[in-house]
Each structure stands twice: as C-alpha cells, then as structure tokens.
C-alpha cells in the first residue's frame, strides 16, 4: 500500500465520533504491578482532550490483576484462577481510585462498569448493560470497563496466555456500536519480520502470519496475536482499529488527528 493510499485511510480517522480505548495492563503497569502513573496520567490527559474535542470515549482498562499483586506484597504473580481473583478483587479498587483522582483533575466523571461473557451472551443482561453505557455517555460520564474478574474467569484465563481484555474490548465495541478501536500495548504496532512497524494492514490473514515472538520487545506470538483476533472481531462490526504504543506521550491525539501512528486495520478487511 502507498504512503498516499494509506494517508487517504487516516484522514478519516478524526470523523469517528464513538471511540474505545484498551488500554493493557503493561502499559501503565510496573514490573511489579504497581500503577505505573507517568503513562497513566498522560493517557488520562489525553482522554480528556479528546472529550473536550467532542469524543465519545470509553475505556477498556487491564491492571486490576497486577495492582492487586503490589498491594498484597505477593513476590510474584499468582498461577491460580483463585489467587488471581483475589488479587483483581483488591486491586480494582486501587486501579480506580488512580482513575477518580486523574479524571478528577480534569473535571471529569467516570463510572466503573464491570462486565462478564454472560452478560454479552444474554439478550436482557446485554440490553441492560448497552442502556447504562448510552445513559453514561449521554451525560459526560466516561466508563472505565474492566471484565469482573472478581466472579468470571474468562478474561483471566486468557491473560494467562496474554488475552489481557482484548475479547472484552471487541465485545464492548459492538455493544456500543463504536467508530474505532484503539488497542494500546507497549510496541508501536503490528511488526514485520524485520520488526519494522507496519502502517496499514488490508489482509488479517496475510497479518496473523506476520506475528512471531519478538524477545527484544517482550511481546510474545499470543500477545499480538489477541490483538489481532480482537480487531478482526471489531471490524467485521464496521469498527475500524488501531494497535499503537500507549507510552507514546501523544499516542491518543496522533491517531485521532490522522497521523502515521501505530497499525491502521481498515472497518472493511474481512
């Protein structure tokens, strides 16, 4: 694809109007759980420039897991569905006060919306949870999303083998019938085999063959590969995606100006 193919794709990128952002735990996590608060709050300023922009933005946030790690003084992360429901249990707490204080600054509200499989599964649970998220968004609220970890073990399995809220993230897109997806990791997009950046991706299928484990960057084949299952889930609902590095200090704003950043999957590959 060429450079003017691909800038004529971006330039729609700032029309989207409903916006989800996932946001994985690695990213505004320390090695040892603990919130990692410089790309935490960087991420939350962004957000709120966006909303000041007109944006309908909600959020997928990971970290309750690794929060909970910290605060308990565990010297590694747990192995078992148990312990790790313990520790999202004491962890979602901390991760959303983080949150309340950063979104507060700005003189924005947010509201915690914790979410199961089963409640995308059943009609009257999915039609409930779709009247809260329009009924926040209608009045300025921002949702922090997070599955309920605490009672469902879907999304921990998954984190096991690096889902960290993907599937989640795809399933709230189209429950909200979202405009673009923005999955923020720690690396600057879908890498080639030569671990350069690709821009634009037509082909899913041409894309799953280019993901390898990159020891240098840490991500392993199923990080990525997550992502791209996700994205392949929001696209076929009309969603465009974009997989970008979320310690990037303007990573939101660049992409929502159209700017060459992170992997651009068009709403259209099938």
């Not at 148990?82 to 924005?108: I, N, T």
């Not at 609220?141 to 999304?155: F, G, K, Q, R, S």
């Amino acid at each position: 694809m060429t450079m003017n193919v691909e800038h004529r794709y971006r330039e729609f990128l700032p029309e989207a109007r409903r916006v989800v952002v996932k946001i994985g735990t690695r990213v505004i996590a320390q090695k040892t759980g603990r919130p990692d608060m410089r790309p935490l709050k960087s991420l939350v300023t962004q957000i709120a420039s966006l909303r000041r922009q007109g944006y309908e933005v909600l959020v997928v946030s990971s970290g309750a897991i690794g929060a909970g790690v910290e605060a308990l003084g565990l010297k590694e992360r747990p192995k078992t569905v148990p312990d790790l429901q313990m520790c999202a249990a004491v962890g979602q707490a901390r991760l959303m006060s983080h949150y309340e204080a950063l979104f507060g600054a700005e003189k924005l509200t947010i509201g915690q919306v914790l979410l199961t499989h089963s409640d995308f599964q059943h009609r009257i649970r999915f039609a409930n949870a779709k009247r809260t998220l329009e009924h926040m968004i209608r009045l300025g609220v921002i949702p922090i999303i997070n599955e309920n970890d605490a009672v469902a073990d879907e999304e921990i399995k998954a984190d096991l083998s690096l889902g960290d809220n993907d599937y989640l993230a795809a399933l709230v897109v189209k429950l909200v019938r979202a405009d673009l997806l923005i999955i923020l990791s720690t690396v600057d997009g879908v890498l080639d085999g030569s671990a350069r950046r690709v821009p634009c991706i037509e082909n899913l299928n041409e894309a799953f063959a280019l993901v390898n484990p990159d020891p240098a960057g840490g991500l392993s084949k199923g990080g990525m590969d997550s992502k791209l299952r996700a994205a392949q889930i929001a696209v076929k609902a009309g969603c465009g995606v974009v997989i970008a590095c979320g310690r990037s200090s303007r990573v939101l704003l660049d992409v929502m100006a159209g700017h060459d950043t992170g992997t651009l999957i068009l709403s259209s590959v099938l």
